[in-house]
């Protein structure tokens, strides 16, 4: 079967995607305006934002294994929109804390950053994820050239770890459901890791991809969130 007709099939992916990804904000939006969410309906819509991030930034993840393992091509077409979704929810996350909970005032914001650890995890998360989001354009990827774009965007991975870190911080003690979500991670790194080489949906090249080189970053980066706790 040629690429042009596996590319044509399932028109409504994208589509049903994209819907499904957005009905969690609306249903947030109107249970914001009924009363829906609860006695602290600030806390309640941060943290159910920060859940759908976290979800749609691990599914970003398991996409690639997805087409390594059973070989199919739809999990690829869908890869960026997913990931640009969880960046969504992110920043819709990051806006209700900035903008609602704390009233856009910068120095509580930076005291909390500097002074709460499981907060200090989610911005760096959330700071990892910007230039994502920033250069997941074609043009960026033509700009950069496949291999450094690739590379950049494994900065996914401590991104992802990072959000289980601040998810298992927050919840202090029954860590039970961030730890599924760890799980979850360590799964799909471990996939990765024994798979050496990825296939690039659009020119079906091989390229390297989780080599020591690019994971050492990472590694980095995680020791020294280990050291401020
Ligand atoms: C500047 C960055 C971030 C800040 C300031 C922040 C702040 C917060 C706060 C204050 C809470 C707890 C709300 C409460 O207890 O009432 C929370 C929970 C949470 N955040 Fe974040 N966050 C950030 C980034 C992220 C990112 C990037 C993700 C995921 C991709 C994320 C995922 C979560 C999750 C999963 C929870 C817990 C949800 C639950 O308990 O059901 N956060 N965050």
């Known amino acids: 079967m040629t690429a042009m007709k596996r590319r044509g099939r399932l028109p409504w992916l994208a589509p049903g995607v994209l819907v499904g990804s957005l009905a969690p904000a609306v249903a947030i939006v109107m249970r914001a305006r009924s009363g829906g969410l609860g006695a602290n309906p600030i806390a309640e819509a941060l943290n159910e934002l920060g859940l759908v991030a976290l979800v749609l930034l691990i599914a970003s993840l398991a996409l690639t294994p997805l087409r390594t393992v059973f070989e199919w091509g739809w999990p690829i077409r869908i890869r960026r929109l997913v990931g640009l979704l969880a960046f969504f929810y992110a920043a819709l996350h990051v806006s209700v804390y900035a903008g609602l909970d704390q009233a856009f005032d910068w120095r509580a914001i930076a005291a909390d950053v500097s002074k709460r650890k499981f907060i200090f995890v989610g911005f760096a998360a959330f700071t990892l994820l910007i230039p994502l989001a920033v250069t997941s354009t074609n ?63 659009r020119t079906d090249q091989a390229v390297e991809w989780l080599s020591p080189r690019h994971c050492a970053p990472a590694s980095r980066l995680t020791s020294r969130v280990f050291q401020i706790s």
Do not use: N
């Open 139 to 201: 043009a960026s990827v033509r700009r950069m050239g496949y291999v450094k774009w690739s590379r950049l965007h494994t900065l996914v991975y401590p991104a992802a770890l990072l959000a289980v870190i601040h998810f298992v911080w927050r919840v202090k003690k029954d860590i039970r459901e961030p730890m599924v979500y760890g799980l979850i991670l360590g799964t799909l790194l471990l996939v990765r890791s024994h798979s050496p080489f990825a296939i690039d949906a």
